[in-house]
């Protein structure tokens, strides 16, 4: 997953939190960090919202469902079908909570 440059301003706090979300919102897992006041921010931007990790949570629980009914890795949820794909980034984003 890509990474993001580092926000070279290490006084403006507010700066660097703006640009982390950006970041998460453009699909990059993280962001380099040059000075220890721009963790905190940086796990707050790159961290899953709640809405995403229920999701997440419901689309791993139905792909389990689904396999224990012996359909093998897809399964519908809320009228959709999920694969693989999803399922691996839902438990990218399960992790992503945890290690936080």
Same mark, same amino acid.
């Given at each position: 997953?890509? /990474? &993001?440059?580092?926000?070279?301003?290490?006084? &403006? /706090? *507010?700066?660097?939190? *703006?640009? $982390?979300?950006? $970041?998460?919102?453009?699909?990059? $897992?993280?962001?380099?960090?040059i000075n220890p006041r721009q963790i905190a921010p940086a796990n707050e931007a790159f961290r899953p919202d709640e809405e995403k990790v229920e999701l997440s949570r419901r689309v791993v629980d139905a792909v389990n469902e689904a396999n224990k009914e012996g359909v093998s890795g897809v399964a519908m949820l &809320?009228?959709?079908? /999920?694969?693989?794909?999803?399922?691996?980034?839902a438990e990218t984003a399960l992790r992503q909570v945890e290690e936080c």
């Amino acid at each position: 997953m890509p /990474v &993001d440059t580092p926000y070279l301003d290490i006084k &403006d /706090v *507010e700066g660097f939190r *703006e640009h $982390a979300v950006l $970041a998460y919102k453009n699909g990059f $897992a993280g962001c380099l960090l040059i000075n220890p006041r721009q963790i905190a921010p940086a796990n707050e931007a790159f961290r899953p919202d709640e809405e995403k990790v229920e999701l997440s949570r419901r689309v791993v629980d139905a792909v389990n469902e689904a396999n224990k009914e012996g359909v093998s890795g897809v399964a519908m949820l &809320d009228g959709t079908m /999920v694969g693989p794909p999803m399922r691996k980034r839902a438990e990218t984003a399960l992790r992503q909570v945890e290690e936080c």
